[in-house]
Structures are given as C-alpha cells and as structure tokens.
C-alpha cells in the first residue's frame, strides 16, 4: 500500500522559512520521479516541483524558482522541500506525489505565510 506522509507545515511571516519532509512507503522511493504540488484556498492543485530519482535533476514552477529547493533522500525514503522568502501567496495545503499532476498523493501539510 502506497503512503506519502508530509509534515513541517505551519505559519510563518513573511519572508521566513520552512521545511517540508514527505516519507514514502509501499513503493520503491529510489526509484521514482517525485513532485510536490500545492492547492491555494479556493484553487485547483498546482505543480510546484520535481526531482528525478537520483536527485540530479530537479525543476521549478516559476512562481517559486529561485526561492524553493528540492531534495530527497533515498535511504530514507524521504522528500523534502526547502521553502525561504516566503509569501503570502505561498499559503495553502502542500502535497508531494508520484505524478505531476498530484492525483497519487498524500493528506498533505498546511502551510500559512501571514503577519
């Protein structure tokens, strides 16, 4: 049975930092394509970045480029996400996944940038 388990989620203001963790099971972690996506209040999902299986290759939405980092650790079964200078349009619930379009994904972790 496939798991994707986020966490580190919260509230931050603006321009702080946060790091996601996703821990896998039921799968072969080192061996997929990973993703995270994220859904805004009131929006659809929306691909936010991925990371092919070694970690070697790795792109962003342009809405994050420059600000977000991928990563994952494959004797961990583990994604994160580095998240600095954070935005108020940054806020909603952040899921990782095993598709770009987030259909297989986890329950995800909220994230709020507000003052």
């Known amino acids: 049975q496939v798991q994707l388990v986020e966490s580190g989620g919260g509230l931050v203001q603006p321009g702080g930092s946060l790091r996601l963790s996703c821990v896998a099971s039921?799968?072969?972690?080192?061996?997929?394509?990973m993703y995270w996506v994220r859904q805004a209040p009131g929006k659809g999902l929306e691909w936010v970045s991925s990371?092919?299986?070694?970690?070697?290759?790795?792109s962003y939405a342009s809405s994050v480029a420059g600000r977000f980092t991928i990563s994952r650790e494959n004797a961990k079964n583990t994604l994160y996400l580095q998240m600095n200078s954070l935005k108020p349009e940054d806020t909603g619930l952040y899921y990782c996944?095993?598709?770009?379009?987030?259909?297989?994904r986890g329950q995800g972790t909220q994230v709020t940038v507000s003052s």
């Open positions: 996944a095993r598709d770009r379009s987030g259909s297989d």
């Open positions: 039921g799968f072969t972690f080192g061996s997929a394509w």
């Open positions: 990371i092919n299986t070694s970690g070697g290759a790795r």
